[in-house]
């Protein structure tokens, strides 16, 4: 019987200590607040970025070095952006317009029409 009390006890501060964890990586990535709820860090969409680039290299069976030929960007910028997440603006753009996804960007810095509806939604002055 106290095998098993110390075991759970043992269990349940395992289950603590990966939920900390887990909350440690959340705060990192998605610390900084937006108006209306949590964004991630630049860091970590850098980072998401690359891991889809590399996805998309490894999904049509290209090496970093035929990437970075077909595409001109060079095997160092390529190398360091799926290791770091950190590329030139123009890397990107040529990676994107190689992967056909160019058009993706046009929805940057977009300027929303309907925001002050949005803002109305969450302004104290409506409740």
Avoid: H
């Amino acid at each position: 019987m106290e095998i098993f009390r110390r075991s759970s006890i043992v269990n349940v501060y395992n289950i603590l200590s990966n939920f900390a964890n887990i909350c440690y990586i959340c705060i990192i990535y998605y610390l900084p607040m937006s108006k209306y709820g949590v964004i991630k860090s630049p860091a970590a969409v850098m980072k998401e970025l690359a891991v889809k680039t590399q996805q998309l290299r490894k999904k049509n069976d290209i090496s970093q070095l035929e990437l970075s030929k077909r595409s001109g960007v060079s095997f160092g910028s390529l190398k360091r952006f799926e290791t770091s997440g950190q590329i030139s603006l123009e890397s990107l753009l040529k990676l994107a317009y190689f992967f056909n996804r160019l058009g993706d960007f046009t929805q940057i810095f977009q300027i929303d029409a309907d925001l002050e509806k949005v803002e109305k939604l969450f302004s104290s002055k409506t409740r």
